[in-house]
């Protein structure tokens, strides 16, 4: 019964700012807490290469269980 395009509910989603690009990955610092998480493009971003700069507002994707690595899943404008 499950579906593959149906998203993990146990993700949290965050709003957050791009501060630096580290060898393809992403410091986002978290606006709600002042937490600082290293975040990877997700797959459809890559796919059809979205670009993200240090100063975007991003939406990242992290899971409960480590709190210090995420997902960008979207780039506001």
Known sequence: MSDDNVKD???IELPG???EEVRGAFRVKLDK???IVLC???GK?????IRVVPG???T???SPYDMTRGRITY???
């Not at 971003?45 to 290469?49: D, E, I, Q, S």
């Open 9 to 11: 509910d146990s993700a």
């Open 17 to 19: 700012t791009v501060i």
């Open 33 to 35: 807490m002042e937490h």
């Open 40 to 42: 990877r493009l997700a």
């Open 45 to 49: 971003m890559r796919k059809f290469r």
């Open 56 to 58: 975007d507002h991003v």
């Open 60 to 62: 990242v994707e992290v």
């Open 75 to 77: 780039r506001d404008k």
